[in-house]
């Protein structure tokens, strides 16, 4: 449900991996350039869930945040107990209006981290995902056949899985992504408040850190606003840590403590992208199969194959 | 005086391009280093500066700025009215200090904007400063004679130089600098609080906003505490917006207005570097050539050549 950027590259990846799906959106110009690009795409939601209903498809949700509680509304009619996963870029929110809108459906939540920069069918890719992060939501009352199903979406489009509560989604990623995004703008604003002469001095760290402000502003307004809970706690533990170190250079002169815990954060980050992990195995339907799975995520692990059963995992 | 990463580039640059120079350092291995590559390197500070006071050279200060005032004394000592400018990555606290150690010296500030990562006489170049820009501090009782010379050494090791006064250096150093490598320490730091998961699913966004978090911590601490004042300002600009983000996320859910101005700016960094400039020329016999120099730095222009007395400037 959605053809745009994540939508339209997950109909391409899933086709390319030999899957049969079938697209719906309410975008009519959308739907014609899927159609001519050899894709069963329709406008008419009910029909394409209706059809989801008899073929017991897996329906993926990709449309904005705020078009979800719509599309629930229908599949709550049309669809009531399919099998429903999403693609949208917040995990809470999503669940949250699953349990309000279409209580029935057997939904396990899903995020593929992939590029937001450009948008629409046009844009997407079946290469979109290759070797890309996808979060899959593996609550405790996760149903445990819909979420192999998930995963086997998500390694068949090239990514691979991180197994991760939609809170621990949330909170990771207004850290990493929403956050960035937000600071890259303050400091965006503070550079150009400094006229021609400071931006004829910009050099590597202004560059490096401003990049994702010329990102087109309504898809990060979408995303950070979407997440508001989660990056309220991100922006606070950033205010607190910029308050602290304004505090001490003023009192001080030192800004010692917050340079060291930065370079001690990078070095986390370039430390765990260069560790070797070893391989496991879950059963997924042996009990503890969800806690074992978080606990992988947890750790920096992710899914990186099916067999049969058993999801095979790099951990760490 | 100096021959780490900026001294020791100088020198080389400098005597590439055919001038003569000498260099004095406190560090024995350095020096060493700097003999066994070619280049007069002595370790005796009274000795350089009293050849430089009998043949009237430019002495050029590339010490870390808490080392500034001790060779201050030691130049009003045995060189007190000698040309002098230096290249330390703040302008008003080594103004201040030549006005308190050092005050008969003919003394015109400079920065090249050439890279800190490393550091040593080793990691130097002859090739650090080609295509950087290099400040030269325009104030109003500037010896245009000295600027000159100063102007003409940037241009020989392959800078461009841009005029501005130490203060207007100073504030945007802070906002395109100081503050990204701040800011970069905080993201770093809130990105690792979220443990390997977050880390795990850090993409673009995070990598470039904390990339400089990386450098050298005591090398970062010291450029960022020796400009307190002006980096005191820019991060209460930056604590301003991030807190008004803050307060509009909690109470609208909106977080319009500061992904707008972010976008704003960096538009602005991309369309400054795209602009084309016209050439002019400046007169340093002429009066008015220090505001006329300081007009040019202040619309993100730059002088790119020397011819005679006249200085042939990009502007905007």
Redesign the interface.
Same mark, same amino acid.
């Given at each position: 449900v959605g053809a745009g950027l994540i939508g339209g590259s997950v109909l391409r990846a899933a086709a390319a991996a030999g899957w049969t799906g079938w697209a719906v959106t309410a975008d009519l110009a959308e739907g014609e350039a899927a159609r001519a690009d050899g894709h069963d795409v329709t406008v008419d939601l009910p029909d394409a869930l209706d059809r989801a209903a008899r073929q017991d498809a897996l329906v993926v949700l990709a449309t904005p945040l705020p078009a979800v509680p719509e599309v629930l509304r229908e599949v709550a009619r049309t669809a009531p107990d399919c099998r429903l996963t999403d693609v949208v870029s917040v995990k809470g929110p999503v669940a949250e209006a699953v349990r309000r809108h279409s209580p029935q459906v057997r939904y396990v939540g899903g995020h593929p981290?992939a590029g937001t920069a450009a948008s629409g069918w046009s844009a997407g890719s079946a290469e979109l995902f290759r070797d890309a992060?996808w979060?899959v939501a593996a609550e405790d009352d996760a149903d445990l056949a819909v979420l192999r199903d998930v995963v086997r979406l998500a390694l068949d489009c090239g990514a691979h899985v991180?197994p991760?509560t939609a809170a621990?989604?949330d909170?990771?990623?207004a850290?990493?992504?929403h956050?960035?995004?937000?600071?890259?703008?303050?400091?965006?604003?503070?550079?150009?408040?400094?006229?021609?002469?400071?931006?004829?001095?910009?050099?590597?760290?202004?560059? !490096?850190?401003?990049?994702?402000?010329?990102?087109r502003?309504e898809l990060?307004?979408a995303m950070?606003?979407g997440n508001?809970d989660a990056?309220?706690d991100?922006?606070? !533990?950033?205010?607190g840590?910029?308050?602290a170190?304004?505090g001490s250079?003023?009192s001080t002169?030192?800004?010692?403590k917050?340079?060291?815990?930065?370079?001690?954060?990078?070095?986390?980050? !370039?430390r765990?992208r260069a560790r070797a992990g070893t391989s496991v195995r879950v059963d997924l339907a042996a009990p503890g199969a969800l806690a074992a799975l978080r606990a992988i995520?947890?750790?920096?692990?992710?899914i990186t194959a099916l067999d049969g059963d058993q999801a095979v995992a790099e951990t760490?």
């Open positions: 981290m992060a979060v991180v991760a621990e989604h909170d990771a990623v850290r990493i992504s956050l960035p995004h937000l600071l890259a703008a303050v400091l965006a604003a503070v550079g150009a408040d400094g006229g021609p002469l400071a931006l004829a001095l910009a050099a590597g760290s202004f560059g !490096d850190g401003t990049r994702v402000a010329g990102s502003p990060v307004r950070c606003e508001r990056l309220l991100a922006v606070d !533990d950033a205010l840590r910029l308050g170190a304004r250079l003023a002169g030192s800004l010692g917050t340079i060291e815990a930065g370079h001690q954060g990078r070095g986390e980050l !370039d765990q995520g947890s750790r920096g692990g992710r760490f």
